[in-house]
């Protein structure tokens, strides 16, 4: 065993951890040696969304230490920010194994530190975190969860006072002080218990109310009450609030798919809690089928993720992706508000530099500005600070089927948008259409773009190596040519340059640093290329986009589109 590794594995054994853990660290030696080391031959980075990783022992699982010293570090730079002051914080979690361990953890050691916190009764959704951190005046907010990974997984998401999650300066001085707490001895584990308060329903009240007022048509869903909906929360949290909130826009048809509702960190029923899966749909799927629903909606783990499913015109169940969804939500929220009379001079919209470019075609037509910011919702969250008192956020939302609708919540929220998204299929059902003919119509009216994702993992110690050697070389060695395109742009977001491939030029990006590359092609095609900051994965984006002249075209030109995709795929030997 590598020497470095042997001495972290020597100072869990003989330092202040549980006999439980020396005893597994024990049979890990025994019985599954690479996997002792893969456990202990780093540190799980505190990154600027907090920490995620497999659960297990050692330095580089998801464990009550690792827990311990990454709210320590934010505890110390509360204090610090702070001094004198009463600090508040509020802590929730999700349904995963070991979540509420964590989440209790988590509030002791920020208690034990003299900081006052709200800790939720039992799990909800992330966006409840948010909205709470704004309600109760806190300086900020954790949630243990990993979102919509395996169930071996869980994490940690850090929140500042806005409701949003860490960015700069914030982010990296929580970040230096995580890594300045030396061992678990310097953590105040327990002590500070009467700085505890439990809370629950009474926050669940004004989060119902909140959302309720983000209905724009509630005399369509009086018309359309009894539209067949179909809801999954996928073993997750979003059962704690889901139905109520679609009870309280006024929908009398909710059908729960029972075989899922039960929280469960095991979610025995699917591979991946992710709603972005057909899998993980598919119960819901063949429930909407038995009933001849009008939609299908599914919330991951923590539900800040929405997944929907609608029927296209032939009667077929056709799976959203998270594109097509902003693309309807987004037009859907511009419209109604002209309509309603709601709409303001100084409206704006916010997407993330890898979600569809017909967002911003909808807003230009619409006259409502439109603003692009780096993957994850706490840039938009970070946007509508930096423009408050000036512009009016409307709507913000990403391809990873996430949404933010209003501004009471600063991060990804599928409870709102689940009851939007009702709203909007009984808007369209009440003028007898489909929120399908919506999209196709929305195709003829500002171009059918095409989106695509491809992940790739790279496993082991070497993966985040091979990452980052696959990045540089992109950067190093741009293509001029991609499947017989012409590459006009690259846009480097973290040397913030963008360059013009073929006459040298180059300009700077305003955007923060980010591990991002933008390939801009002649035929209007956008390639982005971003590796994973919680995974040893990159991803890869693909946009393509052309006319569509009527509805009858539709599949020919989905055809053609596509194949264009798999063109760009092959010939950047990303199979």
Not at 429 to 448: M, T, V
Not at 495 to 504: A, C, S
Request: charged content about 25%; aromatic content about 8%.
């Amino acid at each position: 065993m590598d020497a470095a590794i042997e001495t972290q594995v020597n100072i869990w054994l003989n330092g202040n951890y549980d006999q439980d853990t020396k005893n597994e660290i024990l049979r890990l030696q025994k019985d599954s040696p690479d996997e002792l080391a893969e456990s202990f031959y780093r540190t799980l980075e505190f990154g600027t969304g907090g920490i995620r990783g497999l659960m297990g022992v050692g330095p580089n699982r998801m464990n009550k230490y690792t827990i311990g010293v990454a709210t320590q570090g934010f505890a110390n730079y509360l204090n610090k920010t702070f001094p004198g002051a009463e600090i508040k914080m509020a802590i929730a979690h999700d349904c995963r194994n070991n979540s509420r361990f964590f989440a209790e953890t988590t509030a002791n050691v920020f208690a034990a530190n003299g900081i006052k916190v709200f800790l939720f009764d039992a799990l909800r959704p992330t966006p409840e975190l948010s909205f709470a951190i704004r309600l109760l005046g806190c300086n900020g907010g954790v949630v243990c969860t990993a979102s919509h990974n395996p169930k071996e997984y869980n994490g940690y998401k850090a929140y500042w006072n806005d409701g949003g999650q860490l960015v700069p300066p914030h982010d990296k001085n929580v970040i230096r002080e995580v890594e300045a707490v030396a061992s678990v001895d310097d953590v105040k584990w327990n002590g500070g218990e009467a700085n505890i308060t439990i809370i629950g329903k009474e926050v669940d009240t004004e989060y119902i109310k909140m959302v309720k007022s983000l209905s724009v048509y509630p005399e369509v869903i009086a018309n359309q009450h009894d539209l067949k909906i179909v809801y999954t929360s996928i073993h997750g949290s979003g059962i704690m609030l889901v139905p109520q909130v679609l009870e309280a826009f006024g929908f009398t048809n909710v059908t729960i798919v029972d075989e899922q509702a039960k929280p469960d960190g095991n979610f025995p029923t699917v591979v991946y809690p992710n709603p972005e899966e057909a899998e993980a749909m598919s119960i819901g799927l063949k429930k909407a089928k038995e009933i001849d629903a009008d939609i299908l909606l599914g919330t991951d783990p923590d539900a800040d993720r929405v997944g929907i499913a609608i029927k296209n015109n032939k009667g077929e169940w056709v799976l959203m992706n998270g594109n097509q969804t902003a693309v309807l939500a987004f037009t859907y929220m511009i419209e109604a508000r002209k309509a309603k009379g709601l709409a303001r001079a100084n409206d704006m919209v916010v997407k993330t530099i890898v979600t569809t470019d017909m967002i911003n075609e909808v807003a230009k037509q619409n006259n409502v500005a439109c603003y692009d910011v780096l993957t994850g919702f706490k840039w938009i969250a970070e946007l509508i600070k930096e423009k408050e008192g000036k512009e009016n956020y409307v709507i913000g939302g990403e391809e990873s089927f996430g949404m933010m609708i209003g501004d009471q919540v600063r991060d990804k929220d599928a409870v709102s948008a689940v009851a939007f998204l009702s709203e909007m299929a009984a808007y369209e059902k009440n003028n007898d259409k489909l929120l399908y003919d919506k999209l196709i119509e929305l195709y003829i009216q500002y171009g059918f773009y095409l989106e695509h994702l491809i992940s790739i993992t790279k496993k082991g110690m070497r993966g985040q190596e091979e990452i980052a050697e696959m990045m540089q070389s992109y950067r190093n060695n741009p293509p001029s040519v991609i499947n017989g395109v012409k590459v006009l742009q690259l846009l480097d977001y973290q040397l913030q340059v963008g360059k013009n491939i073929q006459t040298g030029a180059t300009w700077d990006i305003s955007l923060p640093k980010s591990n991002v590359l933008q390939f801009l092609l002649e035929d209007g095609t956008k390639i982005s290329a971003r590796p994973s900051g919680t995974e040893p994965k990159i991803k890869f984006y693909f946009s393509v986009n052309t006319k569509l002249a009527n509805k009858e075209a539709y599949e020919a030109t989905h055809t053609t589109l596509m194949a264009r995709i798999k063109g760009i795929i092959e010939d950047m030997k990303l199979k």
